[in-house]
């Protein structure tokens, strides 16, 4: 409040006592204020990030080029960025640097003019394998000899030299132009990894099991009201859940398990408000009928409230489509770089992760922390924990309508402000 | 450059120019500069970080406080920070959190007062299970009934809950007065974590053997003559290569190893010299020999160029004292609260290490980089690789006479620059 006042008090200035000072004095205060103007514009020229200047290249020229639609399957570790969808405020998202880079090897004009497709739009924090979008990228054949996939343009090496290390494309292959990565797609698979800890992983199989099959599942995503979804029937098809690493025989807790979902399409934070559930059955503070409870909203018509896990375990694993012609081809030397860049990654968190339990070994062997279990999961989930649990049945619920007067509510008022 | 003129441009004004101009003109300028004033310190304002205003509290009064020296055993994960000591151009560092919270919590008047000394001074990367610190706190006892420890102020807890969660105390104990935890140090442990890959760990072994005993590490250290180090001989007493964990049958690659080198006191840089050649030894790129050769300094007076390795995997894991006195007084609270840190960093260091591992066996079992084998410690190792290996012993070498030559050369020439 006080840096509120004081703003203003310096920006507002007199105009009668200035027109009463002399000439002289009126310059020195010019002078004065230059001086704390070049400052000021010091201040801030630090505080910018240098940039370099931007190099006034000839303008690629497309006109004398062909086209041919693509689709590219991309793989990326996506902890450190704000998710695969382009943002407004922010530069580090996936899709920023996947154009970045497609504009800088001038396969493409314009992100406008490349018909361009996602197949799944993936949180901040998510991962993916096999992300998969389609595109109209450059081609250096003619259009009849645009079979002769092995003398085309070598996209992924291409791409990967100026992408980050973390983005990287690890296939492509030519697609008819009506085809889209996204509309498509037959089915997305999802991989979840997670500690065993303490979960019983029986009854989370019994509960995922439940989810298996068409539902409605709005007690199990966000309600993507504000973007127009308001038809929350899906089909899982298929739902595992495998041991992937056995620690070893006396630290099962850190056994290591993936769950594997698929299905054609899926909702906002579908996956993670399941393995909220399913971490909760796991944990034996619901039983695994509780999904089948959620699941039928003509009973529950509206959503409890319930911690959703973190994004960070999440991977989009793999995009699967029907096409006969689709056939991936995969850049031997690019893939070595990629498998390179996954087994560094890999050796710096295994490292971490080894001194993090040693230590973790070495104060329980003094006798620290054993009176209380850890619950590896709850680090997953996400939100306020109350100290003593109150089932997710009994919980502040909201509806689909609540949810739709709320956003229409708040719309209102966002247009009378304006 | 161009910003630069401009900038220049902005603020020189013409004194002559100015003076000509009519009382309304200067005015209006005025108007003009302040507005652009106004509108440069918005951006300002919104580049920096909103800091609460400092409250001014009534300074803590330690007239009336008695003190106590004592150690306190401080744990930190140093992957994020600058290093261990101070520094003039960050406070990123662990010593400035620590003192931070020393002064917050009114347990020190200042740095200067409180008597300090360190056992380690850990680079920037690396962590520590056990450094050690003596220091002058203020006590809640009086001086004769200090003995009573069980009543004194829980230091641990009190530090714990203003310092990060990755710096912590996890035990602190009374000491005589002149004790310093630098000076007194009996051992001092090491441990650094690596992957078996395509290691031979029994070679290691044998050269690691070499290193036991009262030798001359100057061909094994960052020589710090800035600092007026100029004697090399170090002692280790104790040097194993343990497996910590076997990752599974057919995957020995991925087996978990640590070392653990003790000694009283190390070089800069010592470790990981150590590790940097014992890592060429288990590529079969050099024969244990070459230790010996090394700690030879009479045959090979000057340290050939090699690479160190990376500071990420090192952990000071232990400093020892002789003195009797010595309890160490754990807080149990304040332990499971580490704990659960703990746990917490391993459940995302492991979800990310398994989701790499993932995608490395698919990828390699879709018969990608089978060719090509892995150098896991490659990663570990920083520099520049060459494409063709040069021996050790065949590389450029220099000496500690160069070195002082260097040194003494480049501080001549910086005071002539004065």
Known sequence: MNVQIKKQNNSTINEDELINLSKEELVSKIKALTAHNFQLKSIIAKSEITKAPKRNNKPFNFAKCTFRKVLLKILYLGWDYQGYVVQEDTTNTIEHHLFEALIKTCLIKSRQESDYHRCGRTDKGVSSYGQVISINLRSKLLNNDQDNIKEELDYCTMLNRVLPCNIQCIAWSPILNEFSARFDCKSRVYKYF?????????????????????????????????????????????????????????????????????????????????????????????????????????????????????????????????????????????????????????????????????????????????????????????????????????????????????????????????
């Open 194 to 418: 997670f500690f065993k800890g303490e979960l019983d992983i029986e009854k989370m199989r019994i509960g995922s099991n439940h989810l298996l099959g068409d539902h409605d599942f709005r007690n199990f995503c966000k309600m993507d009201v504000g973007n127009g979804v308001t038809q929350f029937n899906r089909n899982i098809t298929k739902i595992n859940i495998d041991l992937f690493h056995k620690w070893g025989s006396n630290k099962e807790d850190y056994d290591s398990y993936v769950i594997t979902i698929e299905g054609q399409a899926f909702l906002w934070h579908q996956i993670r408000c399941i393995m909220g559930i399913l971490f909760l059955i796991g944990q034996n503070r619901e039983l695994p009928e509780i999904v089948k409870e959620l699941l039928d909203v003509d009973q529950n018509p509206r959503k409890p409230e319930y911690n959703m896990a973190s994004e960070i375990p999440l991977n989009l694993f793999e995009c699967n489509y029907d096409d006969e012609n689709i056939i991936w081809n995969y850049s031997e030397i690019s893939l070595n770089m990629v498998l390179e860049n996954l087994k560094k990654k890999l050796t710096y968190s295994s490292i971490k992760a080894n001194m993090l339990m040693y230590m973790i070994n070495d104060l329980e062997q003094k006798g620290f922390g054993e009176k209380k279990k850890t619950y590896f999961s709850d680090f997953l989930l996400q939100g306020i924990k109350t100290k003593n649990y109150v089932p997710v049945m009994k919980r502040q619920k909201y509806s689909l309508e609540d949810k739709i007067k709320h956003y229409t509510k708040r719309k209102r008022i966002e247009i009378n402000n304006q």
